[in-house]
């Protein structure tokens, strides 16, 4: 399958790039998962910097030419761990385990990659599977990076603004434009950076999978009041649900779209 037909946009901004690792506050010895590692434009910036380097390629092609890649000469850094798969099917978890020299079994790791468009939410939520990484840096599609930051009320919140704030501080650092990938996309870019709260919202290991079916259903119907998605969503009744919102203090006549993180996770911690 060809590069094209996976979607891929490589980047080959030197700076574009330089900015990227910037973004994960790279310490010297860090062990980083880059996902889509393409070409290896990004994995030799990492490289540079001293970094203990997994990437992970779909393209097996791709994969083998970064196998014999002159890694080496790259300051004398250690070469890349590659691994040829489907980063949406591989227990990134089990992957720094395997990097020379770690001091735990699993270490602690960091994320990067310049992300195919069409699988961006479902990396995003692989990213913050627990134990949740250091921190993650994805260059995406600047809508998603918007949706990812929105806050309650904007066109663009969603569930995909809940899931990701719930655990993480949301950052979009920078766009990019499409003249720095070959080929150039037709949308523009951003550099997104989520950090894992040191308080999240939810417990991670049982919480996570149960809020975002919970508020995917809520936001299904965002415009509608509030008491009436909860009446559908959660099959309770109108006295129940009354009591519930007043208990809480939500107004019962607002709309999901309206409502903060923490809000939904009140109301999950209520339908359960």
Same mark, same amino acid.
């Given at each position: ?25 790279? &310490?010297?010895?860090? /062990?980083?998962?880059?996902?889509? @590692? #393409?070409? +290896? *434009?990004? $994995?030799?910036?990492? !490289?540079?910097? %001293? ?88 260059? &995406?599609?600047?809508? /998603?990076?918007?949706?990812?930051? @929105? #806050?309650? +009320? *904007?066109? $663009?919140?969603?569930? !995909?603004?809940? %899931? ?109």
């Amino acid at each position: 399958m060809s590069p094209r037909r996976l979607g891929q946009h490589f980047l080959n901004d030197r700076n574009i790039l330089r900015r990227i690792v910037d973004a994960l506050e790279p &310490v010297p010895g860090d /062990v980083v998962l880059e996902i889509g @590692a #393409g070409k +290896g *434009s990004l $994995t030799r910036e990492l !490289l540079a910097r %001293g970094l203990r380097v997994i990437a992970v390629e779909k393209d097996r092609r791709l994969a083998e030419a970064l196998e014999h890649g002159t890694w080496n000469a790259e300051g004398g850094t250690d070469a890349p761990r590659i691994v040829a798969g489907d980063a949406l099917q591989l227990d990134w978890h089990e992957l720094p385990a395997t990097v020379p020299r770690s001091a735990l079994r699993v270490p602690r790791f960091k994320v990067v990659g310049n992300i195919p468009y069409a699988v961006t939410s479902p990396l995003i939520a692989k990213a913050l599977t627990p134990p949740l990484p250091q921190c993650v840096v994805f260059l &995406v599609q600047e809508e /998603v990076a918007d949706r990812v930051v @929105a #806050g309650p +009320g *904007s066109k $663009t919140y969603g569930g !995909l603004s809940v %899931g990701v704030q719930v655990l993480c501080r949301a950052e979009k650092l920078f766009t990019v434009l499409p003249g720095s990938f070959d080929p150039p996309p037709k949308v523009r870019s951003a550099v997104l950076r989520l950090v894992p709260r040191p308080d999240p919202l939810i417990d991670p290991w049982t919480e996570g999978e149960p809020l975002r079916r919970f508020v995917t259903a809520c936001f299904s119907q965002r415009r509608k009041q509030l008491r009436n998605v909860l009446r559908a969503v959660t099959g309770r009744s109108a006295a129940d649900v009354t009591a519930a919102l007043t208990r809480l203090g939500i107004d019962p006549m607002a709309r999901p779209e309206t409502l903060a993180p923490a809000t939904f996770v009140a109301l999950l911690h209520w339908s359960r």
